[in-house]
């Protein structure tokens, strides 16, 4: 046969593979998200995603060790606080939920890169993620909101800030708000490209922060749309925000490789609850072999582009890095 390109040379042998591989990752660009729970000696496993907890501010430690061992140094903080009002109070409260298990992570990890979630929807009674105008989101009043809510976070000692709500204007408004108050160097992460998704699922039932009623289309994006995602990602790069978040991940990752074609910042790409459910729920069956799935989804992530990628998946990612199976 006279054919001199040959593609299936540079596949043989697994020294040959990684030595022509396109794409390389390392552990520190994993994020964990965690979710933290008022009350004490709360270990609770989160039904629609198994090996997933709600944590007391005082049992979270365990697990941020065992994640620094595997060499996952950066978690983002989600919390579930106690009461739930219209205006979301808890959100922005100095002793609350997350305010407090950050301080405590701080003091007791300063190895550990702190990130928070900024949003009303686990703090509202409503369970939208702004204060209510009849039943619309009111987005102008919200970002006062919001923005005291980054401020409240930061204050308590988080390194990164991540507005996940989707108001117009909300990146502008905590970096006005954390510039007034001296944290120039505080980087905004900011859920941009965010779509209204049915893979949300599963965190809702985690956080109890499902709407009360409809849902939440008219802030979250419509996921026919692929330019509009462009232009949120624009907007809030020149409003301010360091790095750029696309979410959900693996049914998204088109959108992942052409933001990082259209921004020169940072790309994050968050694979969320459902996606992690739909994982651990074939490998239950017998379906599918979930170290090998978690590999091949987190490398589809790294090869459409992102920097960064946040994960349920996080602590096992690093391990199987550690043993050579990815990376
Ligand atoms: C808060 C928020 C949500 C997620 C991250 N931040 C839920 C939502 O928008 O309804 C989802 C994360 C996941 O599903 O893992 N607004």
Redesign the pocket.
Known sequence: MDMRVRPRRLRYGEGLRKMVRETRMDASSLIY?IFVKEGSGIVEEIPTMPGQYRYSVDTMEKKLEELLDAGVFSVMF?GIPERKDEIGSGAYAADGIVQRAVAKARREFPELYLIT?V?M??YTSHGH?GVLCGHDVNNDETLNLLAKTALSHVQAGADMVAP??MMDGRVAAIRDILDANGYVNTPIMS?AV?YASA??G???DA?G?APAFGD?KSY?MDYHNSREGIKEALLDVQEGADIIMV?PAMSYLDMVTKIKQEVHVPVAA?S???EYAMIKAGAKLGYIEEEKIICETAASAFRAGCDIYLT?YAQEIARYMQEGRIG
């Open positions: 998200p989600f979630d949003c929807c686990e993620c996940s709500d859920y965010k893979f949300y599963p965190f809702r956080a922060s939440r979250q979410k968050y969320v609850s459902g349920y």
